[in-house]
């Protein structure tokens, strides 16, 4: 007897910004991958389906994008946190990297 089947994997790649186009806010967005892989005898062997998707976390909608959106996307949020190694924006009030500059709560 031989057991095979499917398993699906669910990666998140990013969390974008982006205007949603279901609700039209401007919203944080998570850029996922999902991969189904051929299973024998329980142990994933190779992947045959590959997805990707935005879906916003205001509203909830789900839009598939093609790989190369996708892409793009992702080396647009690479690009972005470039040199920024806590992902906060620069000149933050209260960002102080390596313990630099004054904390008003100290007296």
């Not at 789900?62 to 190694?85: C, D, R, T, V, Y």
Request: hydrophobic share 30%; proline share 8%; with cysteine.
């Amino acid at each position: 007897m031989i057991i095979f089947g499917t398993r699906g994997y669910l990666y998140q790649l990013a969390i974008l910004t982006l205007v949603c186009g279901w609700c039209g806010n401007p919203a944080a967005h998570t850029l996922r991958k999902r991969v189904t892989k051929f299973t024998l005898f329980f142990v994933p062997l190779f992947p045959f389906s590959t997805k990707y998707a935005t879906q916003c976390t205001f509203c909830g909608g789900e839009q598939q994008i093609p790989k190369e959106q996708a892409e793009q996307l992702l080396a647009q949020h690479a690009a972005s946190q470039q040199g920024n190694p806590y992902g906060q924006p620069q000149g933050q009030p209260g960002y102080a990297p390596n313990g630099q500059g004054q904390n008003p709560y100290q007296s």
